[in-house]
T-cell receptor
């Protein structure tokens, strides 16, 4: 039981490049989330999903897209990376039993030059 | 919009002393209040949570109190130990939503030997 895993762990991009971050969970959770963490700003929700095939915008969605084609996977895409997207990205998942524990992955550190 | 304010941003206490972190929230419909601990290089991990029908909850050296009238909640760590050094985040559910929580900006707790 690996919990929540994220790939890659580190990535450096040039401005304008694209990339996809992969999140996978093996807990059969319905809900999945993508957050970004910046110094002094806590965790801010980018996009989330309440089930396979669904996605919704969070607090800071601009510049990102997501897809949830399989229940266990949640992908975060950057179509044209900008330096403002330099951050640490965390994926999380939770059950659908009401407000409940979110389980976080180890994070992806992304630098956009 | 909804927000969660957390204080202090940094806290240094002598080993064995107590530490208190305080949060306030804006949405009166919030009914779930988790606390997460984040160690260096890792994702946040739930340490304790409280729901709106309870005023206080304790788990060994950790306790959380909730004052719904004043819309604030606090984390109390007693008999602090070196392994308590980490960043702590409070959070509150967005309304009564089962799917989203909003995080405070974090408190970096250091335990002095």
């Amino acid at each position: 039981n690996a919990g929540v895993t994220q790939t890659p762990k580190f990535r450096v991009l040039k401005t304008g490049q694209s990339m996809t971050l992969l999140c996978a969970q093996d807990m059969n959770h319905e809900y999945m989330y993508w957050y970004r963490q910046d110094p002094g700003m806590g965790l801010r929700l980018i996009h989330y999903s309440v089930g396979e095939g669904t996605t919704a915008k969070g607090e800071v969605p601009d510049g990102y897209n997501v897809s949830r084609l399989k229940k266990q996977n949640f992908l975060l895409g950057l179509e044209s990376a900008a330096p403002s997207q330099t951050s640490v990205y965390f994926c999380a998942s939770s059950s659908n039993r009401g407000p409940d524990t979110q389980y976080f992955g180890p994070g992806t550190r992304l630098t956009v030059l | 919009g909804e927000n969660v304010e957390q204080h202090p941003s940094t806290l240094s206490v002598q080993e064995g002393d107590s530490a208190v972190i305080k949060c306030t929230y804006s949405d009166s419909a919030s009914n779930y209040f988790p606390w997460y601990k984040q160690e260096l290089g890792k994702g946040p991990q739930l340490i304790i949570d409280i729901r709106s029908n309870v005023g206080e909850k304790k788990d060994q050296r950790i306790a959380v109190t909730l004052n719904k009238t004043a819309k604030h909640f606090s984390l109390h760590i007693t008999e602090t130990q070196p392994e308590d050094s980490a960043v702590y985040f409070c959070a509150a559910s967005m309304g009564s939503s089962a799917s989203k929580i909003i995080f405070g900006s974090g408190t970096r707790l250091s335990i002095r030997p």
